[in-house]
């Protein structure tokens, strides 16, 4: 019985919590909105003060990896890799 009491416990907290979600959808889709907005006027008025100028999409850069050959092994120092490696 306890078992059950504390399952529905559970599944309440998680509806309370669903509830709240939904409850703020509203202000998330006027925020959305507004942002959608305010980023149309900026283009305009970039576009006024220069027309040549056209959004660019930017692709995400991958961060810089080193070669393979480069890195440090169980992040060993230099030293200690050093060391090692004079010992074979």
Do not use: H
């Amino acid at each position: 019985m306890s078992l059950l009491a504390g399952e529905r416990r559970d599944k309440n907290k998680q509806i309370e919590k669903a509830e709240a979600m939904i409850a703020e959808l509203p202000t998330l889709k006027e925020r959305v909105a507004r942002i959608d907005e305010l980023a149309f006027y900026c283009e305009e008025i970039i576009k006024d003060d220069q027309p040549d100028w056209t959004p660019k999409r930017v692709k995400a850069i991958k961060p810089f990896e080193p070669p393979r050959d480069c890195r440090r092994p169980f992040g060993l120092s230099y030293a200690a890799m050093e060391t090692s490696s004079s010992m074979a």
